[in-house]
Protein backbone atom coordinates (compact mmCIF):
# COMPACT_ATOMS: atom_id res chain seq x y z
CA UNK A 1 0.00 0.00 0.00
CA UNK A 2 2.73 2.35 1.08
CA UNK A 3 4.71 1.79 -2.52
CA UNK A 4 1.52 2.59 -4.29
CA UNK A 5 0.97 5.59 -2.63
CA UNK A 6 4.85 6.01 -3.02
CA UNK A 7 4.12 5.63 -6.64
CA UNK A 8 1.07 7.64 -6.75
CA UNK A 9 3.17 10.71 -4.87
CA UNK A 10 6.15 9.84 -7.41
CA UNK A 11 3.94 11.00 -10.75
CA UNK A 12 2.00 13.73 -9.39
CA UNK A 13 5.23 15.38 -8.82
CA UNK A 14 6.54 13.95 -12.29
CA UNK A 15 3.45 15.80 -13.64
CA UNK A 16 4.12 19.20 -11.71
CA UNK A 17 7.28 19.17 -12.90
CA UNK A 18 6.15 18.85 -16.52
CA UNK A 19 3.65 21.46 -16.67
CA UNK A 20 6.60 24.06 -15.20
CA UNK A 21 8.40 23.13 -18.34
CA UNK A 22 5.37 23.32 -20.34
CA UNK A 23 4.39 26.83 -19.36
CA UNK A 24 7.84 27.82 -20.39
CA UNK A 25 8.80 29.12 -17.05
CA UNK A 26 12.38 28.26 -16.92
CA UNK A 27 13.78 27.54 -13.99
CA UNK A 28 10.47 29.53 -12.02
CA UNK A 29 9.37 27.47 -8.59
CA UNK A 30 5.77 27.14 -9.08
CA UNK A 31 3.44 28.11 -5.95
CA UNK A 32 -0.48 26.92 -5.19
CA UNK A 33 -2.14 29.54 -3.40
CA UNK A 34 -5.24 28.81 -2.13
CA UNK A 35 -7.53 32.03 -1.97
CA UNK A 36 -11.04 33.30 -0.53
CA UNK A 37 -13.27 33.57 -3.43
CA UNK A 38 -13.62 37.24 -3.45
CA UNK A 39 -10.42 37.86 -4.30
CA UNK A 40 -11.08 36.09 -7.33
CA UNK A 41 -10.98 38.86 -9.49
CA UNK A 42 -8.32 40.53 -8.08
CA UNK A 43 -5.74 38.21 -7.80
CA UNK A 44 -6.37 36.50 -11.33
CA UNK A 45 -5.49 39.79 -12.76
CA UNK A 46 -2.09 40.31 -10.24
CA UNK A 47 -0.52 37.04 -10.19
CA UNK A 48 0.62 36.55 -13.33
CA UNK A 49 2.97 39.06 -13.00
CA UNK A 50 3.90 38.54 -9.68
CA UNK A 51 7.95 38.10 -10.50
CA UNK A 52 9.03 35.54 -8.65
CA UNK A 53 6.97 32.43 -9.09
CA UNK A 54 4.42 30.88 -11.60
CA UNK A 55 1.37 31.24 -9.64
CA UNK A 56 -1.52 28.65 -9.52
CA UNK A 57 -4.57 30.30 -8.02
CA UNK A 58 -7.66 28.16 -6.60
CA UNK A 59 -10.72 29.81 -5.15
CA UNK A 60 -13.35 28.51 -2.35
CA UNK A 61 -14.88 29.63 0.64
CA UNK A 62 -12.19 30.25 3.64
CA UNK A 63 -13.41 27.46 5.26
CA UNK A 64 -13.27 25.01 2.64
CA UNK A 65 -9.47 25.97 1.76
CA UNK A 66 -8.81 25.81 5.72
CA UNK A 67 -10.30 22.89 5.70
CA UNK A 68 -8.36 21.32 2.94
CA UNK A 69 -5.46 22.57 4.61
CA UNK A 70 -6.33 20.98 7.64
CA UNK A 71 -6.72 17.65 5.86
CA UNK A 72 -2.67 17.73 4.10
CA UNK A 73 -3.86 19.04 0.45
CA UNK A 74 -0.52 20.85 -0.34
CA UNK A 75 -0.68 24.94 -0.92
CA UNK A 76 2.12 27.10 -0.21
CA UNK A 77 -0.03 30.44 0.68
CA UNK A 78 -3.68 30.40 2.34
CA UNK A 79 -5.56 34.25 1.90
CA UNK A 80 -8.10 34.22 4.02
CA UNK A 81 -11.62 37.08 3.89
CA UNK A 82 -11.01 36.80 7.67
CA UNK A 83 -8.36 36.47 10.72
CA UNK A 84 -10.07 34.10 12.66
CA UNK A 85 -9.07 30.85 10.54
CA UNK A 86 -5.65 31.93 9.63
CA UNK A 87 -4.80 32.35 13.17
CA UNK A 88 -6.79 28.77 14.12
CA UNK A 89 -4.34 27.11 11.66
CA UNK A 90 -1.35 29.02 12.99
CA UNK A 91 -2.27 27.53 16.44
CA UNK A 92 -2.22 24.07 15.27
CA UNK A 93 0.94 24.58 13.51
CA UNK A 94 -0.37 24.28 9.85
CA UNK A 95 0.35 27.75 9.24
CA UNK A 96 3.53 30.38 9.99
CA UNK A 97 2.49 34.14 11.34
CA UNK A 98 0.39 35.34 9.96
CA UNK A 99 -0.43 38.96 8.54
CA UNK A 100 -3.51 41.13 7.89
CA UNK A 101 -3.23 42.66 4.28
CA UNK A 102 -6.08 43.76 2.90
CA UNK A 103 -10.06 45.11 4.31
CA UNK A 104 -13.12 44.58 3.17
CA UNK A 105 -16.42 45.83 3.36
CA UNK A 106 -19.63 44.18 3.68
CA UNK A 107 -22.74 46.04 2.34
CA UNK A 108 -26.07 44.64 1.30
CA UNK A 109 -25.89 44.01 -2.70
CA UNK A 110 -29.25 44.30 -4.43
CA UNK A 111 -30.31 43.73 -8.32
CA UNK A 112 -30.02 47.23 -9.81
CA UNK A 113 -33.40 47.19 -10.68
CA UNK A 114 -34.88 45.98 -7.35
CA UNK A 115 -37.21 46.22 -4.81
CA UNK A 116 -35.18 46.37 -1.96
CA UNK A 117 -33.61 49.87 -1.03
CA UNK A 118 -32.45 49.80 2.52
CA UNK A 119 -31.86 47.98 5.48
CA UNK A 120 -34.97 48.51 6.89
CA UNK A 121 -37.11 46.61 3.57
CA UNK A 122 -35.13 43.15 4.34
CA UNK A 123 -36.97 43.22 7.88
CA UNK A 124 -40.37 43.27 5.65
CA UNK A 125 -42.29 39.51 5.39
CA UNK A 126 -42.25 38.40 1.54
CA UNK A 127 -38.73 39.78 0.79
CA UNK A 128 -36.23 36.85 -0.13
CA UNK A 129 -32.52 37.27 1.21
CA UNK A 130 -29.57 35.03 0.22
CA UNK A 131 -26.37 35.07 2.78
CA UNK A 132 -23.13 32.84 3.11
CA UNK A 133 -23.37 30.17 5.78
CA UNK A 134 -22.42 29.59 9.00
CA UNK A 135 -18.69 29.30 8.73
CA UNK A 136 -18.20 30.94 5.82
CA UNK A 137 -16.67 34.17 6.81
CA UNK A 138 -19.07 36.18 4.79
CA UNK A 139 -21.80 34.28 6.47
CA UNK A 140 -20.12 34.82 10.11
CA UNK A 141 -19.44 38.66 9.12
CA UNK A 142 -23.34 38.66 8.16
CA UNK A 143 -24.48 36.70 11.13
CA UNK A 144 -22.20 39.75 13.52
CA UNK A 145 -23.60 42.38 11.57
CA UNK A 146 -27.25 41.65 12.42
CA UNK A 147 -26.51 41.09 15.54
CA UNK A 148 -25.78 44.76 16.01
CA UNK A 149 -29.79 45.29 14.91
CA UNK A 150 -30.34 43.98 17.77
CA UNK A 151 -32.39 40.62 18.05
CA UNK A 152 -35.27 41.33 17.23
CA UNK A 153 -34.58 43.40 14.11
CA UNK A 154 -31.67 40.65 13.27
CA UNK A 155 -34.41 37.39 13.88
CA UNK A 156 -36.64 39.79 11.08
CA UNK A 157 -34.21 40.16 8.51
CA UNK A 158 -33.08 36.19 9.28
CA UNK A 159 -36.45 34.80 8.77
CA UNK A 160 -36.19 36.36 5.21
CA UNK A 161 -33.08 33.90 4.52
CA UNK A 162 -33.60 31.72 1.37
CA UNK A 163 -30.36 30.06 0.96
CA UNK A 164 -27.64 29.08 2.64
CA UNK A 165 -24.60 29.56 0.24
CA UNK A 166 -21.01 28.09 0.14
CA UNK A 167 -19.22 30.91 -1.00
CA UNK A 168 -19.46 34.57 -1.83
CA UNK A 169 -19.83 33.58 -5.71
CA UNK A 170 -22.99 31.31 -4.90
CA UNK A 171 -24.76 34.82 -3.85
CA UNK A 172 -24.17 36.81 -6.13
CA UNK A 173 -24.95 34.37 -8.60
CA UNK A 174 -28.22 34.20 -7.27
CA UNK A 175 -28.64 37.74 -7.20
CA UNK A 176 -27.77 38.69 -10.88
CA UNK A 177 -29.89 35.81 -11.68
CA UNK A 178 -33.26 37.33 -9.89
CA UNK A 179 -33.51 34.75 -7.47
CA UNK A 180 -33.22 37.09 -4.76
CA UNK A 181 -34.02 40.40 -3.62
CA UNK A 182 -30.84 41.21 -1.76
CA UNK A 183 -27.88 39.86 -0.15
CA UNK A 184 -25.03 40.42 1.78
CA UNK A 185 -21.69 40.60 0.22
CA UNK A 186 -18.22 42.56 0.25
CA UNK A 187 -18.14 45.52 -1.85
CA UNK A 188 -15.39 43.73 -3.69
CA UNK A 189 -17.96 41.86 -5.30
CA UNK A 190 -20.71 44.15 -6.31
CA UNK A 191 -18.13 46.17 -7.96
CA UNK A 192 -16.95 43.16 -10.01
CA UNK A 193 -20.48 42.54 -11.77
CA UNK A 194 -20.34 45.93 -13.64
CA UNK A 195 -23.14 47.57 -12.91
CA UNK A 196 -25.46 44.39 -12.57
CA UNK A 197 -25.65 44.98 -8.74
CA UNK A 198 -26.06 48.10 -6.16
CA UNK A 199 -24.38 48.59 -3.10
CA UNK A 200 -26.33 49.92 -0.32
CA UNK A 201 -23.86 50.77 2.48
CA UNK A 202 -24.26 49.43 5.48
CA UNK A 203 -23.83 52.12 8.90
CA UNK A 204 -20.61 51.97 10.37
CA UNK A 205 -21.86 51.20 13.97
CA UNK A 206 -23.09 47.56 12.65
CA UNK A 207 -18.97 47.07 12.39
CA UNK A 208 -18.95 45.76 8.79
CA UNK A 209 -15.15 46.16 8.04
CA UNK A 210 -14.08 42.37 7.62
CA UNK A 211 -9.98 42.02 7.65
CA UNK A 212 -8.20 39.70 5.73
CA UNK A 213 -5.52 37.33 6.51
CA UNK A 214 -2.82 35.40 4.88
CA UNK A 215 0.50 32.79 6.16
CA UNK A 216 2.80 30.53 4.32
CA UNK A 217 1.67 27.09 5.02
CA UNK A 218 3.78 25.15 6.88
CA UNK A 219 4.14 22.06 4.09
CA UNK A 220 4.79 24.56 1.54
CA UNK A 221 7.01 23.08 -1.08
CA UNK A 222 8.53 26.74 -1.78
CA UNK A 223 8.43 28.52 1.17
CA UNK A 224 10.76 31.48 -0.08
CA UNK A 225 8.51 32.37 -3.06
CA UNK A 226 5.58 31.82 -0.87
CA UNK A 227 6.67 34.18 1.94
CA UNK A 228 7.51 36.68 -1.14
CA UNK A 229 3.71 36.23 -2.73
CA UNK A 230 2.29 37.41 0.98
CA UNK A 231 5.15 40.03 1.01
CA UNK A 232 2.98 41.36 -2.49
CA UNK A 233 -0.54 40.81 -0.81
CA UNK A 234 1.06 43.55 1.70
CA UNK A 235 2.66 46.12 -0.64
CA UNK A 236 3.10 44.70 -4.11
CA UNK A 237 1.31 44.67 -7.23
CA UNK A 238 -1.09 42.18 -5.82
CA UNK A 239 -1.75 44.63 -3.23
CA UNK A 240 -2.73 47.44 -5.78
CA UNK A 241 -4.45 44.95 -7.79
CA UNK A 242 -6.97 44.66 -4.58
CA UNK A 243 -6.95 48.11 -3.87
CA UNK A 244 -8.12 48.86 -7.51
CA UNK A 245 -10.87 46.19 -7.20
CA UNK A 246 -12.70 47.78 -4.06
CA UNK A 247 -10.52 46.72 -0.78
CA UNK A 248 -9.15 48.73 2.03
CA UNK A 249 -5.71 49.42 3.42
CA UNK A 250 -5.76 46.88 6.84
CA UNK B 1 -2.80 -16.30 -18.69
CA UNK B 2 0.62 -17.48 -17.02
CA UNK B 3 3.96 -15.24 -17.33
CA UNK B 4 4.45 -11.49 -17.22
CA UNK B 5 1.04 -10.63 -18.96
CA UNK B 6 -1.54 -12.43 -15.74
CA UNK B 7 0.97 -10.75 -13.77
CA UNK B 8 0.21 -7.23 -15.38
CA UNK B 9 -3.43 -7.98 -15.35
CA UNK B 10 -3.49 -8.84 -11.51
CA UNK B 11 -1.79 -5.37 -10.76
CA UNK B 12 -3.71 -3.67 -12.79
CA UNK B 13 -6.67 -4.97 -11.21
CA UNK B 14 -5.29 -5.12 -7.56
CA UNK B 15 -4.80 -1.32 -8.06
CA UNK B 16 -8.00 -0.38 -9.56
CA UNK B 17 -9.45 -2.22 -6.55
CA UNK B 18 -7.57 -0.30 -4.09
CA UNK B 19 -8.24 2.92 -5.84
CA UNK B 20 -11.75 2.85 -5.66
CA UNK B 21 -12.63 0.74 -2.85
CA UNK B 22 -10.13 2.91 -0.36
CA UNK B 23 -11.66 6.35 -0.29
CA UNK B 24 -15.60 4.42 0.66
CA UNK B 25 -13.65 2.20 3.52
CA UNK B 26 -11.78 5.47 4.85
CA UNK B 27 -15.46 7.31 5.44
CA UNK B 28 -16.09 4.32 7.60
CA UNK B 29 -12.35 3.88 8.86
CA UNK B 30 -12.52 7.65 10.03
CA UNK B 31 -14.33 8.06 13.06
CA UNK B 32 -15.69 4.96 15.21
CA UNK B 33 -19.55 3.77 13.98
CA UNK B 34 -21.10 5.22 17.35
CA UNK B 35 -19.64 9.08 16.63
CA UNK B 36 -21.05 8.61 12.96
CA UNK B 37 -24.43 6.97 14.61
CA UNK B 38 -25.02 9.79 17.15
CA UNK B 39 -23.58 12.76 14.24
CA UNK B 40 -26.88 11.93 12.27
CA UNK B 41 -29.14 12.76 15.50
CA UNK B 42 -28.24 16.38 14.38
CA UNK B 43 -31.42 17.92 13.22
CA UNK B 44 -29.83 18.98 10.25
CA UNK B 45 -29.05 15.85 8.98
CA UNK B 46 -32.30 14.63 9.47
CA UNK B 47 -34.01 17.46 7.66
CA UNK B 48 -31.16 16.48 4.70
CA UNK B 49 -32.42 13.18 4.34
CA UNK B 50 -35.83 13.14 4.29
CA UNK B 51 -35.46 16.03 2.28
CA UNK B 52 -33.66 13.96 0.11
CA UNK B 53 -35.81 11.08 0.39
CA UNK B 54 -39.39 13.23 -0.75
CA UNK B 55 -37.26 15.20 -3.16
CA UNK B 56 -35.78 12.28 -5.04
CA UNK B 57 -39.32 9.78 -4.16
CA UNK B 58 -41.03 13.02 -6.21
CA UNK B 59 -38.44 13.02 -9.01
CA UNK B 60 -38.40 9.30 -9.88
CA UNK B 61 -42.33 9.19 -9.52
CA UNK B 62 -42.18 12.13 -12.44
CA UNK B 63 -39.70 10.24 -14.38
CA UNK B 64 -41.54 6.84 -14.56
CA UNK B 65 -44.73 8.48 -15.51
CA UNK B 66 -43.41 10.17 -18.26
CA UNK B 67 -40.49 8.44 -19.34
CA UNK B 68 -42.10 4.69 -19.52
CA UNK B 69 -44.81 5.75 -22.12
CA UNK B 70 -42.10 8.05 -23.70
CA UNK B 71 -39.15 5.37 -23.67
CA UNK B 72 -41.87 2.72 -25.06
CA UNK B 73 -42.91 5.19 -28.32
CA UNK B 74 -39.07 5.52 -28.91
CA UNK B 75 -38.71 1.87 -29.13
CA UNK B 76 -41.37 0.51 -30.93
CA UNK B 77 -41.86 3.03 -33.44
CA UNK B 78 -39.45 3.64 -36.19
CA UNK B 79 -39.31 7.63 -37.93
CA UNK B 80 -37.28 9.51 -39.53
CA UNK B 81 -35.19 11.64 -37.03
CA UNK B 82 -35.22 9.15 -34.09
CA UNK B 83 -31.84 8.24 -33.45
CA UNK B 84 -31.54 12.49 -33.24
CA UNK B 85 -34.40 12.22 -30.24
CA UNK B 86 -32.53 9.33 -28.94
CA UNK B 87 -29.33 11.54 -28.56
CA UNK B 88 -31.15 14.64 -27.31
CA UNK B 89 -32.67 12.40 -24.65
CA UNK B 90 -29.55 11.23 -23.38
CA UNK B 91 -27.02 14.59 -23.52
CA UNK B 92 -28.16 15.53 -20.13
CA UNK B 93 -26.53 12.12 -19.15
CA UNK B 94 -22.77 13.44 -19.67
CA UNK B 95 -23.48 17.88 -18.82
CA UNK B 96 -21.15 18.64 -16.12
CA UNK B 97 -23.82 19.17 -13.09
CA UNK B 98 -22.99 22.58 -12.89
CA UNK B 99 -23.68 23.04 -16.70
CA UNK B 100 -27.19 21.53 -16.00
CA UNK B 101 -27.22 24.55 -13.15
CA UNK B 102 -26.94 27.16 -15.18
CA UNK B 103 -28.72 25.82 -18.23
CA UNK B 104 -31.72 25.45 -15.79
CA UNK B 105 -31.62 28.97 -14.75
CA UNK B 106 -31.45 29.89 -18.39
CA UNK B 107 -34.18 27.99 -18.96
CA UNK B 108 -36.36 28.12 -16.42
CA UNK B 109 -34.44 30.75 -13.97
CA UNK B 110 -36.72 33.66 -12.30
CA UNK B 111 -35.33 36.09 -14.85
CA UNK B 112 -37.03 33.81 -18.03
CA UNK B 113 -40.37 34.32 -19.56
CA UNK B 114 -41.06 30.85 -18.73
CA UNK B 115 -39.82 31.18 -14.73
CA UNK B 116 -41.77 34.31 -14.30
CA UNK B 117 -45.12 32.45 -16.11
CA UNK B 118 -44.18 29.49 -13.09
CA UNK B 119 -44.35 32.17 -10.48
CA UNK B 120 -47.00 33.57 -11.64
CA UNK B 121 -48.92 30.71 -11.35
CA UNK B 122 -47.91 30.34 -7.80
CA UNK B 123 -44.76 27.64 -8.77
CA UNK B 124 -41.93 28.97 -6.59
CA UNK B 125 -38.82 27.43 -8.56
CA UNK B 126 -35.75 28.54 -7.25
CA UNK B 127 -34.18 28.50 -3.63
CA UNK B 128 -37.65 26.41 -3.21
CA UNK B 129 -37.76 22.69 -2.94
CA UNK B 130 -40.02 21.91 -6.19
CA UNK B 131 -36.38 23.41 -7.67
CA UNK B 132 -34.83 20.61 -6.06
CA UNK B 133 -37.14 18.31 -7.90
CA UNK B 134 -36.88 19.76 -11.33
CA UNK B 135 -33.56 19.50 -10.95
CA UNK B 136 -33.07 15.80 -9.94
CA UNK B 137 -35.60 15.05 -12.38
CA UNK B 138 -33.31 16.91 -15.33
CA UNK B 139 -30.00 14.76 -14.27
CA UNK B 140 -31.63 11.72 -13.44
CA UNK B 141 -34.57 11.12 -16.57
CA UNK B 142 -31.58 10.36 -19.11
CA UNK B 143 -30.66 7.23 -16.57
CA UNK B 144 -34.11 6.05 -16.69
CA UNK B 145 -35.26 6.31 -20.53
CA UNK B 146 -31.93 4.92 -21.55
CA UNK B 147 -32.50 1.79 -19.90
CA UNK B 148 -35.99 2.00 -20.64
CA UNK B 149 -35.94 2.50 -24.41
CA UNK B 150 -33.54 -0.87 -24.35
CA UNK B 151 -35.89 -2.82 -22.16
CA UNK B 152 -38.78 -2.12 -24.60
CA UNK B 153 -36.87 -2.81 -27.65
CA UNK B 154 -36.12 -6.21 -26.25
CA UNK B 155 -39.38 -7.28 -25.92
CA UNK B 156 -40.36 -9.49 -28.53
CA UNK B 157 -42.35 -7.48 -31.76
CA UNK B 158 -44.40 -11.39 -31.99
CA UNK B 159 -45.50 -11.21 -28.64
CA UNK B 160 -46.98 -7.06 -28.57
CA UNK B 161 -48.60 -8.49 -32.15
CA UNK B 162 -49.96 -11.79 -30.63
CA UNK B 163 -51.67 -9.26 -27.90
CA UNK B 164 -53.17 -6.97 -30.68
CA UNK B 165 -54.24 -10.00 -32.34
CA UNK B 166 -56.40 -11.57 -29.48
CA UNK B 167 -58.01 -8.12 -29.15
CA UNK B 168 -56.09 -6.08 -26.22
CA UNK B 169 -55.94 -2.44 -27.32
CA UNK B 170 -52.52 -0.39 -27.53
CA UNK B 171 -53.19 0.72 -23.76
CA UNK B 172 -53.80 -2.72 -22.86
CA UNK B 173 -50.84 -4.18 -24.59
CA UNK B 174 -48.43 -1.98 -23.43
CA UNK B 175 -49.79 -1.79 -19.78
CA UNK B 176 -50.04 -5.70 -19.64
CA UNK B 177 -47.81 -7.09 -22.43
CA UNK B 178 -45.13 -4.28 -22.93
CA UNK B 179 -44.36 -3.31 -19.17
CA UNK B 180 -44.34 -6.76 -17.55
CA UNK B 181 -41.55 -8.10 -20.05
CA UNK B 182 -39.42 -5.19 -19.80
CA UNK B 183 -40.10 -4.82 -15.99
CA UNK B 184 -36.19 -6.26 -15.01
CA UNK B 185 -34.75 -3.58 -17.25
CA UNK B 186 -37.59 -0.60 -16.06
CA UNK B 187 -36.63 -1.36 -12.54
CA UNK B 188 -32.65 -1.12 -13.29
CA UNK B 189 -33.54 1.96 -14.89
CA UNK B 190 -35.26 3.39 -11.87
CA UNK B 191 -32.69 2.11 -9.68
CA UNK B 192 -30.09 4.25 -11.50
CA UNK B 193 -32.31 7.51 -11.80
CA UNK B 194 -32.36 6.68 -7.88
CA UNK B 195 -28.82 6.83 -6.95
CA UNK B 196 -28.41 9.79 -9.76
CA UNK B 197 -30.68 11.62 -7.81
CA UNK B 198 -29.99 10.93 -4.34
CA UNK B 199 -25.86 12.20 -5.54
CA UNK B 200 -27.43 15.24 -7.54
CA UNK B 201 -25.19 18.36 -5.65
CA UNK B 202 -24.05 21.08 -8.13
CA UNK B 203 -26.86 21.67 -10.10
CA UNK B 204 -29.49 21.56 -7.13
CA UNK B 205 -26.96 24.39 -5.14
CA UNK B 206 -27.18 26.70 -8.49
CA UNK B 207 -30.80 26.51 -9.27
CA UNK B 208 -32.49 25.82 -5.86
CA UNK B 209 -29.57 27.20 -3.06
CA UNK B 210 -29.08 25.81 0.12
CA UNK B 211 -31.35 26.05 3.11
CA UNK B 212 -32.16 23.49 5.61
CA UNK B 213 -35.01 21.69 5.27
CA UNK B 214 -36.35 23.04 2.06
CA UNK B 215 -33.01 22.89 -0.34
CA UNK B 216 -30.34 21.53 1.33
CA UNK B 217 -30.27 17.77 0.24
CA UNK B 218 -27.80 15.10 2.02
CA UNK B 219 -25.34 15.88 -1.05
CA UNK B 220 -25.35 19.93 0.09
CA UNK B 221 -25.81 19.30 3.86
CA UNK B 222 -22.60 17.09 3.77
CA UNK B 223 -20.78 20.09 1.70
CA UNK B 224 -21.93 22.61 4.15
CA UNK B 225 -20.07 20.89 7.06
CA UNK B 226 -16.74 19.99 5.29
CA UNK B 227 -15.63 22.68 6.85
CA UNK B 228 -16.94 22.94 10.21
CA UNK B 229 -17.96 19.56 11.31
CA UNK B 230 -16.14 16.84 9.58
CA UNK B 231 -17.63 14.14 11.69
CA UNK B 232 -20.99 14.95 10.36
CA UNK B 233 -19.72 15.44 7.05
CA UNK B 234 -18.44 11.47 7.06
CA UNK B 235 -21.65 10.33 8.77
CA UNK B 236 -24.09 11.89 5.90
CA UNK B 237 -21.65 10.42 3.51
CA UNK B 238 -21.83 6.80 4.95
CA UNK B 239 -25.33 6.72 5.03
CA UNK B 240 -25.09 7.90 1.39
CA UNK B 241 -22.71 5.04 0.61
CA UNK B 242 -24.69 2.84 2.27
CA UNK B 243 -28.16 3.81 0.16
CA UNK B 244 -26.03 3.68 -3.22
CA UNK B 245 -25.04 -0.10 -2.16
CA UNK B 246 -28.38 -0.96 -1.56
CA UNK B 247 -29.13 0.78 -5.26
CA UNK B 248 -26.46 -1.33 -6.89
CA UNK B 249 -27.53 -4.21 -5.10
CA UNK B 250 -30.89 -4.34 -6.02
CA UNK B 251 -29.82 -3.97 -9.50
CA UNK B 252 -27.84 -6.85 -9.81
CA UNK B 253 -30.13 -8.87 -8.13
CA UNK B 254 -32.96 -7.79 -10.41
CA UNK B 255 -31.00 -7.81 -13.78
CA UNK B 256 -28.58 -10.55 -12.28
CA UNK B 257 -24.76 -10.44 -13.21
CA UNK B 258 -24.41 -8.66 -16.13
CA UNK B 259 -26.33 -6.35 -15.12
CA UNK B 260 -23.80 -3.63 -14.27
CA UNK B 261 -21.78 -4.02 -17.78
CA UNK B 262 -24.75 -3.65 -19.15
Redesign the interface.
Known amino acids: MRRLFALVALLAVAGCGDDATVSGDGGKPQIVVSAASSMKEALTACAPNFPDAGVRLQFAGSDELAAQIRQGVPVDVFAAANTKLPDALAQEGKLGEPVTFATNRLVLAVPADGKVDSLRALERPGVTLVVGAEGVPVGDYTRAVLAHLGPDRSKAVLANVRSNEPDVKGIVGKLTQGAADAGFVYASDVKATNGDLRAIELPAELKPTATYGAGVVKAAKQPDAAEAFVDDLLAGGCHKALLGAGFGEP | MSGWFGVLLAVALA?AL?FLTLPVVAIFAQQPPGDLVSALGEEGALDALWLSLRTTAAAVLLILVVGTPAAYLLATRRFRGRAGLVTLIELPLVLPPAVAGIAL?AAV???TLLGRAAQDAGLQL??ATAGVVVALTFVAAPFYLRQAIAAFEAVDATLLDASRTLGASPARTFARVAIPTALPGLVAGTALALGRALGEFGAT??FA????G???TVPLAI??R???D?TAALALSAVLVAVSAAILLSVKLVRGPDAVAR
Open positions: ATLGPSTLLMGSFQVTQYDFATF
